[in-house]
């Protein structure tokens, strides 16, 4: 299965999807795509030798359109689009050209926690001051509201203990790198179903 990540940072997540030893005989990363010119994650695209593009919803320098991916990824036999960290929210025409098709991977456990602004140590820090003694890493896939699609799966972890954002971000980040793999890998094997608006694995 070829699959294209769409990045906006450090690429953490894109390099565990590359390292894991599950996925090796399963998918390929055929593309990565960033709303930055440059980041991290880019720098990961080039040594592994994939493909990337800086995708913009207007024309500018620099930049592939969000109309114009849907030609580059059929040319390339994409079937999975995977957001990992992607920041900018995904316009209606382009989900609706893959549905369920497009899955994101959110560092809390939605439905709370989520929603428009909530991204990086913004939602550590949300979850350290409710005081939420859990936290954990969600994988669910994309609709037209930010962390709003029904849920894949999740991975939960104590954080009773934490005494600050960051290390709540570090335990989520151990479960993120292991979720999102194993979700991608489910998916490769077809071993998905959707009944009644609920999504299983099997
Ligand atoms: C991760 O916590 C991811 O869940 C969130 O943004 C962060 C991206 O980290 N959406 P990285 O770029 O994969 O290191």
Same mark, same amino acid.
């Given at each position: ?7 906006? #940072? &450090? #690429?953490?997540?894109?390099?565990? !999807?590359?390292? %894991? ?58 079937? @999975?689009?995977?957001?990992? /960290?992607?920041?900018? @929210? ?5 989900? $609706?050209?893959?549905?369920? =098709? ?9 439905? %709370?926690? /989520?929603? =428009? /602004?909530?991204? $990086? ?8 001051? %409710?005081?939420?003694?859990?936290? #954990? ?14 849920? !894949?799966?999740? +991975? ?12 709540? +971000? ?11 793999? %194993?979700? !991608?890998?489910?998916?490769?094997? &077809? ?12």
């Amino acid at each position: 299965m070829n699959i294209a990540v769409f990045v906006s #940072g &450090r #690429g953490s997540n894109l390099h565990a !999807i590359l390292n %894991s030893a599950e996925l090796e005989a399963l998918c390929r990363i055929s593309v990565v795509c960033s709303d930055k010119l440059d980041c991290h994650a880019f720098q990961i695209a080039h040594q592994y030798n994939i493909p990337f593009f800086s995708v913009s919803e207007s024309k500018k320098n620099g930049f592939v359109t969000f109309q114009m991916l849907p030609s580059i990824f059929a040319e390339k036999q994409i079937e @999975l689009i995977v957001l990992a /960290g992607f920041l900018k @929210l995904i316009p209606k025409d382009f989900i $609706g050209t893959f549905p369920f =098709k497009i899955i994101n991977i959110h560092p809390a456990l939605l439905p %709370s926690f /989520g929603g =428009k /602004g909530m991204y $990086g140590n913004r939602v550590h820090e949300a979850v350290f001051k %409710s005081s939420a003694k859990v936290s #954990g890493a969600t994988v669910h896939f994309v609709n037209e509201n930010y962390d709003e699609g029904l849920i !894949i799966d999740q +991975a939960a972890v104590s954080i009773a203990d934490a005494n600050s954002a960051e290390e709540i +971000a570090q335990r989520v980040l151990i479960l993120e790198h292991a979720l999102l793999p %194993s979700v !991608i890998a489910k998916i490769a094997q &077809r071993k998905i179903e959707i009944k009644n608006n609920r999504v299983y694995l099997i």
